[in-house]
């Protein structure tokens, strides 16, 4: 859409600025890309604010129309709002995340809460929501297609789950609880911050028995910057403490620093966290009853692939049966090795890492030093073109002279097996100061229809991994591996989406299902072949190195899957409690635990009072981690029962998954996919939980 004449000339700033500022222009770029070298900080506010005022001019214009509410009048009109706001953002939020700087962050700082202004003025604008209602309640007159019934079904309950069904006074009380949730959840995590970093474990010299040399100097930092120079000092911090139980010699010291770490806002001091996380699940479950929900978990549940608590039940507490007797083997093992050494002792918690350490050298034996060579980032990247490829026939050519994100990035032009060009991906992978941490996949601009068009998607991966240094190319670690090859899976899902409308939906718990599935395919010896190459002798990797890579899978499974199941299931137990919901945390807990059947050798993933997750975003969520296990691992099976490049599970996947997603129900979907609903059994197999009893 072009710019609203009536704004431009409304304002003669606004058209001054509109004279030089990208965002207010045509982009006049190869495949129509962001032009980022024009693009400077200056421009981001002013295309904000036209950007908005644009939105709102649109949305009043569909309030006021005066016809009777249709689908397109109200819906598409919706859709089709806010085109400027929607190109500024994209390109925005991108930079933010992958080449940010003083003023981007300062502008950050400065739209965001217009933003979040902006967004509620619609989702609670009553005007509007009455006409989206109309055309909701009058559906079967519009013969709606398939996509359009769920892109209205969608907006309309986005609308009634903000409350735009309730009267005025319990509309009040709705938004009493968000602000004293927001208090409180922020209050929840700085407490957390608090604690981990109030904490430190100081030793001297004989504490550091078999801590690697790594460690040992960074702890020797922590200590000198805590004022105890000539000390070691070991945190509640994931990259202190973990590295720290798999290999300190110290019994003693593993457990006080484990203790620290599981009782973090659990010391009944000013960051305690009990109280707090109390009074947010009482809160939550107090409005999911008033918007018409049974629990929390429902309220959250329901647009989501697992729809209602049952089944995430039934998934969860399959694999725990599973799991525990597996974790109970791993006990059983770890304490030969305890009796074998002497040590006259019970096999503790904070005793797992440390012996797992041992068990894992035991039987696999796999270093990653040996991995490295034959996973140079240029040949990983080669590696996973072509298996986009073999899939789906789809090319993927270096654009030169092309409009870039960051000079470091890379763009490539995504044609069809035919021709056709598909969208732009870019490639942006080395860590800088400019980047936030890990990786991600993003979008510059999404793919729609328009006018019977296709708006072609420009997508980016960015990662921070492993750079060159000196003569040596970047030489990635089997993780780096498996992440690139995941957010390659992000960036096919946008590519290949044909969706009509820019909103989609995508169910929160299939998000990852097109990532993790890519990789499978990052691990199978036919792909190894092809891409694992010696960086200096060309040769492919070892059989020999492929089969303890694949053999290294179940090591400590039972563990890790008991760990996030128990953790799982605690998210679950605390929000299917209807209100009002009264309870004692640390009771609770323990209890739960105990019903469970938690074996006293494993402490739950999170306990309650640092569970970041379950207040931030992950409420009735952690489960989503499983979740997405199980649907790759079943996708992924269909695959392999035909061949892992078979063309015709290859078109089925991209036509019912990559195309449709956020278009229709993801169950829907995966059935139309797979011929039936996702199995657990290709999971179980995978984690070697199969054929688990002792
Ligand atoms: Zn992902």
Redesign the pocket.
């Given at each position: 859409m072009g710019l609203s004449l009536l704004v431009l000339n409304s304002c003669s700033k606004n058209k001054k600025a509109a004279t030089d500022n990208p965002f207010l222009n045509d982009y006049n770029t190869p495949f129509n890309v962001p032009p980022f070298e024009r693009i400077m900080a200056k421009h981001y506010m002013p295309a904000f604010e036209i950007g908005m005022t644009e939105a709102r001019a649109e949305i009043e214009a569909i309030i006021r129309d005066r016809q009777e509410p249709d689908f397109v009048n109200t819906i598409e009109a919706l859709d089709k709002s806010g085109d400027l706001l929607t190109r500024v953002s994209s390109v925005f939020f991108a930079q933010t995340s992958a080449n940010t700087s003083d003023s981007l962050q300062n502008i950050e700082v400065e739209i965001s809460p217009k933003l979040a202004a902006y967004s509620d003025e619609i989702r609670l604008n009553p005007r509007l929501f009455e006409k989206i209602k109309y055309v909701y309640d009058n559906q079967p007159k519009y013969n709606l297609s398939e996509e359009q019934q769920f892109l209205l079904e969608n907006l309309y309950k986005g609308f009634v789950r903000n409350g735009a069904n309730l009267g005025k006074e319990e509309q009040d009380s709705l938004k009493s609880i968000n602000q004293r949730l927001s208090v409180l959840s922020v209050k929840f995590s700085q407490n957390v911050l608090d604690e981990t970093n109030n904490y430190r474990l100081f030793v001297d010299k004989d504490g550091l028995a078999g801590l690697p040399e790594s460690l040992i100097s960074g702890a020797a930092d922590v200590a000198k910057a805590s004022g105890q120079e000539g000390k070691w000092a070991f945190t509640t911090q994931r990259p202190s403490i973990f590295p720290f139980l798999q290999y300190s010699e110290n019994r003693e010291l593993r457990r006080e620093l484990f203790n620290a770490y599981t009782n973090r806002g659990n010391n009944g001091n000013e960051y305690d966290n009990n109280a707090i996380f109390a009074e947010i699940i009482k809160l939550r479950a107090e409005r999911a009853s008033l918007l018409g929900y049974k629990t929390h978990s429902h309220y959250v549940l329901e647009p989501r692939m697992a729809k209602v608590p049952e089944n995430v039940f039934s998934l969860l507490n399959n694999l725990w049966e599973r799991a525990v007797p597996v974790a109970r083997n791993e006990v059983v093992d770890m304490q030969k090795i305890i009796d074998r050494e002497g040590g006259k002792f019970k096999l503790e918690p904070s005793d797992w890492w440390y012996y797992a350490e041992k068990m894992r050298k035991q039987k696999y034996d796999l270093d990653d030093s040996e991995l490295r060579p034959y996973f140079e980032l240029d040949n990983v990247r080669d590696g996973v073109f072509y298996c986009a490829n073999k899939l789906f026939g789809i090319k993927f050519t270096p654009i030169t002279g092309c409009s870039l994100p960051h000079s470091e990035a890379r763009a490539f032009e995504v044609k069809e097996a035919d021709g056709t060009h598909i969208g732009v991906l870019y490639m942006d992978f080395h860590p800088r100061d400019s980047k936030r941490q890990g990786a991600w996949c993003g979008t510059y601009r999404s793919h729609r229809m328009l006018d019977g068009q296709s708006v072609t998607p420009v997508v980016t991966v960015v990662g921070n991994f492993t750079r060159p240094s000196g003569d040596l190319p970047a030489l990635l670690s089997m993780d780096e591996v498996s992440t690139l090859f995941?957010e390659f899976g992000?960036a096919l899902d946008a590519l290949c989406n044909r969706n009509t409308y820019s909103q989609t939906f995508v169910a929160w718990d299939f998000v990852?299902l097109p990532?993790q599935i890519m990789e499978h395919w990052a691990t199978e010896p036919e792909v190894l072949n092809i891409y694992a190459k010696h960086y200096i002798t060309g040769e492919p990797i070892p059989a020999s190195l492929v089969n303890k890579l694949s053999k290294s899978r179940y090591f400590n499974q039972g563990f890790d899957n008991v760990e996030i199941l128990a953790a799982s299931l605690l998210d679950m137990a605390y929000y299917t409690l209807e209100a009002p919901v009264n309870i004692d945390i640390q009771n609770f807990e323990k209890e739960f635990f105990m019903k469970t059947g938690l074996i006293p050798e494993i402490v739950s993933r999170y306990r309650s009072t640092y569970f970041l997750h379950i207040i931030d975003g992950y409420d009735s969520g952690y489960y989503s981690y499983t979740w997405a296990a199980v649907l790759d691992n079943d996708a992924f099976e269909a695959f392999k029962e035909k061949g892992i490049f078979d063309q015709s599970v290859a078109g089925s996947y991209r036509k019912n998954i990559l195309e449709k997603n956020g278009t229709m129900d993801a169950m829907q979907m995966y059935i139309n996919f797979r011929g039936h609903e996702p199995s657990i059994e290709p999971l179980l197999k995978n984690r070697g939980l199969l054929q688990a009893t002792r």
């Open positions: 995941h992000h990852e990532s």
